[in-house]
Every structure is written in C-alpha cells, then in structure tokens.
C-alpha cells in the first residue's frame, strides 16, 4: 500500500533506514541532557534552518503536536484579543481552543473551499479592535484543500504591524516558502510534508512571540507551566528541551531535513507543482470529477481536493484495490470528495503508478 | 553500551523487532481515525490493562510525557487545593507546576532521601483544608531513589475519602504494584520501566478523576483545551485520542506490554528485588559506597542511589569503559552519588556483567 492520505501519510523513503541507525546508535537511550542529545538536537535545528531558510531571529521550538501548538499561541500571545481567520474545518478548531482557554477572541470566516483577499471589510472589522494580538491564518486548510496565499498574508501583516501573525504550515510545509521576516509564528507537525511518523509538533517563532509572552508574564497572566515560551526558548539556546521530548522524532526530522537539504528545496518545490498539475491533468481529463476549489490561486497542491460525482467510498475503494490509500472528504463533504495528498514523500513515478492504472 | 540510565534507559530488547513489524505495517501512514487505528489503540490498552489489573472503572489517556500530565491534572482537579507530598526534585516540580498555573496550592515536605509516614502532624496541616482536591504521591523519586511504601499512601487515601489520590509511578512502572481502588489518576512516561522510545505519557484515570474535570468545567473554570479530559475520556471510550497521537508509540506501549505479559509480571517483579539485591550486595561489600537512603522501608529497587566517597564521575568513567553507561546523583547530589537503573530491560545477566568486571 501506498499512502496518498493527507496525514499520517506514507513515510519519507528513508525514514526506516534512519530508525535503524538510531537503534543502532542508542539514540532513545541517551539521556535528553547529555552532550550527544545536545550535538543531535542542534543538528536537527540547523537542518531545519537551512532547509526552510530560517533566520537566527527566529527559535525553533518542539511540542507534541501542531494542536499543542494552537493552545501554547493562545496561552502564551493572548490577552487582548486573537482573530482568526476561518474556512474549514482546521481554522475553527484553533478558534475553538482559543474560546476553550476564555481568551478573547473573534473569526473572520470564509465559506469552505475559499480563502482570503485583502478585503476592506475586513481590514475595517480588524480596525475595530483596539489591541490585535495576533492574527492567526491557515496556509493550507486541510480539510478543503485552499492554500492561502502568502502575499495577502504579508498583506495583513504589514496592515497590523503591532500584530502577531501565525501561519499553520501543517499540510503545505516543506512546500510553503515562508518569509520569516513576515511571520511571527509558522508552526506544523511532521507527520504530513517531512513524511515521519506522528507525535511531534514544530514552532518557529519569532522574538516578538518571546516578549508577548514575557509580557504576558509579567503582568501576572498565567501562560501555561512546563510548555511557557519563557522557559522553553531558554532551552532551546542550549539545544535542549525542558521535559524529556520524542527523541527519536527530534532526531527523525533533523536526518530527513538532511535528505530533503540534498536533493534540494527548489527541486521538491518544483516536483510538487509538476505532481500536483499532472494529478489535475487527469482528474480534468477524466470526467464525473470536479475540483473543489473553483479559484485556481487558491488551490493547494499539497492536497488536492476533488468532488466526486458518485459517492467517494468507490473511487477510495478502486485506488484502495490498486495499492493506494487516498483520503475521503472531510466532515461535511465526507462521501462527496476524495483528497489526495502530494507531499515530497509522493514520488514523481508513484504518482505516475497512481493514475495510470 | 548498556544503559543503566534512570530514564531514558536501554531499550526493551524487543523493540527493534516491533519497530520492524510497526514499519513493515504501515502503522505511521495510518489514518487515527480508521479501524486499523481503533484496533491497535485497543490492543494496547487492553495489554496495559491485563499487565497491570486496571479495572474497567478507570480509563487510559494518553499524553506526551509525564510533565504534561502534572498540567493536566492541575488544569482538571484543582479550584480549591492540591497537596503535593515533596521529596525530591520530581516531586518539587510538580509542586511548581501547581503554582505556575496559579492554582491554590501547598506542600508537605520531607528531607531529600527521605520519604512519608502516617504521621499525626501532616494529617492535622490536611485537616486546615476546608476542600482538598487532591493528595499528589511520588512513588519513586528518581532524583532520590526513595520509594513511597503504597501502604502509607492507601492511608492517607483512607483518611481524606473525598480528596482526589494521584501517584506519579514514572520509575517505578510495571514494578509497582498498584491498588487502582484506592489511587485515582495513577501516571508515567515510557521511556523508563517499559524500556521505549521517549515521547508519550500515560494516565490511569478514575470516574472520579473525570467527574472532577466536569464539575470544574460547569463552573466555568478553563480546564485546558484539546486535553481537557472530559473529551479525552470520551475519545478513549472509543479507542481514540482527540489529535494526531504519537501511534508509534502507543503500537510499542502495547506490543512491550503483551512481551511482558508472556513473561509474567510477577517473574519481572521477582527478579526486580533479586537483581536490586545483588547490586546492594555488591556495593555493601565494596566498601567506599554507602546507600544514600538510610531507612530501607523506603529504599528503591528500581533506582539505586549510592553515596561515592570519591567524586562520582571517577566511578560513571570506569563502567563506561567497560560498557555501562550509569546515572550521575541529580542536581545538589551532582558528583556525589551514583544511580543506577534497575528496570525489566536489564537482564540478569546484565547486571551480573556490570557487577562482575
């Protein structure tokens, strides 16, 4: 079987060869405060930052998942007021947690299957606030397949620069090519684009998120314990983590950042579009499919969302049948639409394999 | 190298095979929300529970790590106060985490090396408590290698019928022996006792424990978010978890559980004592070690401590070179002690190894 779900998905090729290594290096055996941790823990940071480009402004933070990422932001950024952007069913979940923590909050919605333009409503609404900490914006919504993109982002940002911005990068990340500058917070969990198996989150985050959080501290605000930003960038500058962390995960990551750092970004980015426009040629070409996203610049080519006109459980069922694991829709439109994701795990010949049955 | 480390520790021998079976199964590319998921959840709860005699009146929650599951007990037991037994730095930090989330909070403290009795003066300060929420135990503080007899604490259960019972058994687990009639949120990390992979922690949680959260929740009080345990519970109920989970992990937890169970616990706790008190003979006839704790009632067989007369890297640098990475004294005990692990993965002839150069 091979796995085109949009997360877990099918693991990065060489990440069993990795575990091996591992295993054969008492890598989950080491204590998290020895110098070996520390050597491996700062190779996988400085993997990551060459990779994502990644300026030494920015922290590289880990938590267990991107939804623990979702509380720590509220948590640690939110006093005044968190808006965010929402169009499926991802978006609204972070703003669930937001109202779960009694931070104050608000959404500025868009309809499932659209994104965001730099809209005077909008920008009159986010006026209306007189302390904006942060704006919260999805890159890819997984659950619809739009990528927002980046450009009205910085848009925003550059509208509200006393303003946090985050960006979740959960299903576009390796793809997306953030400019850090722009973004205070890009965070993602690696089991979708970096193809590793589950149970670690990752939060790039700017020294604004460090004061706002220290801001936050001093005037008496609780921010959480173990997981505050206070302490955990402290251990970050000594390539340590303040509990015992996932190991093996933090190692996983570095060693495929690695990989990807040698095939080369700008070659995944490239194959990524010609993957995603050969999955679109064919969809096209074939009928009794449509795709979702009607407006072409907000269709992700990391997850493609395509409705189907007969109930999906057949379409899941023929490429089950075939040797490939594609995902149905989400929640609402479970049933109407398959998804099929196009991470840099997806090789070019697979994809190839997946349509030419 | 073998790893006699208090955690991370060796590796349980067999969990480079299942790691083998896990990546030979696609157990990382599978949805959490489909039945192939569902069914290894359930085996591993189902493993944990006939390893450990967990009745069918308490869940099994998963988090990741121990140090989270300190927050969320906090965050879901506590508006009026926690007691923390401290002893320890394990125990200290629990303490602390209490306070950082401004929760009304006390300690009752014994000296480092030293661990609880019924004592007539801690239950009368318990008795100034209008409403105790909950009596939070240390079964084996790492840092000390004392071991809380469970009878003391089943006492105090006995007398404070209303108040909320937690044991951290982090070192402690699959030795201990825990009566979960009388304990309500018993907890540990697995990368100790169970020899796996860091990066997920587990919570034996009573339907006390959840209508605790519940009635915390009507009266409007946040009690976190994603992790609240009133959706957890409910989750779990159906072999699930509310994110994306560490499924690697929970696979191993179940797969290491049902080894152990065809080994039989007993024989694991049997020879648990046996290989302690080969290494207490070993280091009593030495001479230049005493025991660090003094009242043997409270002495660990799982984490053995060790006073050194010389400075204690002299005696970590000897058994390296012979192969045994040992454990330092922790934080003011630094270069003082010894600790050496004493956990399932360390076979008997191990230990006879480590002994006998």
Redesign the interface.
Known sequence: ?I?F?P?????YPT??HH?QQA?AN?I?????RSAAYKAMHQHSVEMLRALLQIPTTHQILF???A??I??RL?QNCVSKQSVHFVNGAFSERFF??SQ???RPCSKIEAAWGEGFFFDAEVRRVLETHRTLDILNFTHNESSTGVMQPLSIVYEYAAANPTALISLDVVSSIPFAEVDFEKIDATYF?V?KGFG?????GVLIASERVLEKAISLENQGI?T?????FSQMWKKATQFQT????????IYLLGKVAEDMLNKGIDKIRTETKEKAARIERFFHEKGNYSFYVKNKEFRSPTVLTIDTLRPSAESIAFFKQKGF?I?DGYERNKGKQIRIANFPTHQVAEIADLLGF
Chains 1, 2 share one sequence.
């Open positions: 079987m796995y779900t997360g877990p998905s099918q693991l990440v069993a575990i295993l008492d989950c055996a080491i204590s998290h938590f267990a998942s939804t623990e979702w509380e509220i669930a947690i779960e923590l009694q969990s089991q590793l198996p589950a149970g670690l609780s959480g314990s173990y997981h505050r303040v509990e015992t962390p996932n190991i093996l995960g694991v995902g």
